[in-house]
């Protein structure tokens, strides 16, 4: 088997603030295969967008540290390099769909200087190559009339035709990855699908590795070939993503998929994980989720690891050592 692409190792990033430290990313741990998606999902707070910040090294510092572990990108440490050599990476072989395209892109600058600048500065492409570039993936991401909006400000976009715009920066240097983090946030559903389906088309394309950040576990299902599920800073669970639609092993899984609305189910409400996610400052010795698990016991006051419940399928639940209880 070749190496992945990206191999994350006990990753930890955590912030220091006046209640102490915040563990955002405790350990977190996962490979990412050349071409592959990987849908990393869980509830807001659980360290989905720490960790792809982390991967870039994007978190403000201070009051933001990345305290350990390894972000190994086609053979290179990524936490070990100068700032220097990670601007050359950043934006040219591993990209970024922020979450909000509103606050994302510059208010002040037209949208042909905001994708123009990309190529110029890691392309080497001149003003005139870089504005017809910048055309060129206006037109790859579908927005009508590419030559004539390309001088338009963003506020001359709707929402989808920003996100659109936020791809096109995203894909201008043909990233070896694309990490996604919840690109279809606050858009209807019709712009949505066709954003999640512009991705896949170009992902196919391009044959770029792709990470997408997600609460949206049907977007999952649809989109990715493997899936992260995390909590409270840790990941909890991680399989390809048919095994774990079919038959989760972690409490918080089971707890997600049965939040999914299912047309076959005649259901007055829709079912809901009891209590919140919990303080980050303060985490309940052992497993963050025995609190609000219904099938917490004793031992789950000490922390679990992930071990293996298939083939490819980790969880990091007590249970899945006593089979007379796994669920």
Request: proline share 7%; net charge neutral.
């Amino acid at each position: 088997m070749s190496d992945p692409l990206l191999s994350v190792r006990e990753l930890q990033t955590s912030f220091f603030t006046r209640e102490g430290e915040i563990k955002a990313v405790d350990r977190v741990s996962f490979d990412l295969a050349a071409g592959e998606t990987l849908g990393i999902v869980g509830e807001s707070g659980s360290g989905k967008s720490v960790t792809s910040l982390s991967i870039l090294r994007l978190i403000p510092t201070p009051p933001g540290q990345i305290k350990g572990g390894q972000v190994i990108f086609d053979g290179q440490d990524l936490l070990r390099l100068s700032d220097r050599q990670m601007r050359s990476i950043r934006g040219k072989r591993v990209a970024m769909i922020f979450q909000d395209p509103m606050s994302s892109l510059n208010p002040f600058l037209r949208i042909s200087r905001q994708l123009s600048e990309i190529s110029e500065l890691h392309l080497g492409l001149g003003r005139r190559a870089a504005r017809n570039r910048a055309i060129e993936m206006l037109e790859l991401v579908g927005i009508p009339d590419a030559a004539g909006r390309v001088d338009d400000y963003p506020h001359q976009f709707s929402g989808g035709m920003r996100q659109r715009v936020m791809i096109a920066m995203a894909l201008s240097c043909n990233p070896q990855l694309l990490i996604a983090d919840e690109p279809t946030t606050a858009l209807d559903v019709t712009i949505q699908a066709q954003i999640l389906e512009l991705i896949k088309d170009l992902k196919a394309r391009l044959g770029t590795a792709v990470i997408l950040i997600t609460h949206d576990l049907g977007v999952v299902a649809g989109m990715a070939d493997r899936v992260a599920v995390m909590y409270a800073g840790r990941l909890v669970e991680s399989a390809p993503t048919a095994p774990l639609f079919a038959a989760p092993a972690h409490p918080y899984t089971q707890g997600l998929l049965r939040s999914m609305p299912d047309p076959n189910q005649d259901r007055d409400e829709l079912f809901q994980i009891p209590g919140l996610p919990p303080d980050l400052s303060r985490l309940p010795a052992g497993c963050a989720f025995s609190p609000r698990c219904a099938h917490a016991f004793e031992r789950c006051c000490e922390p679990p690891g992930l071990v293996t419940v298939a083939a490819a399928h980790r969880s990091a639940c007590w249970l899945n050592l006593r089979s007379e209880t796994r669920v």
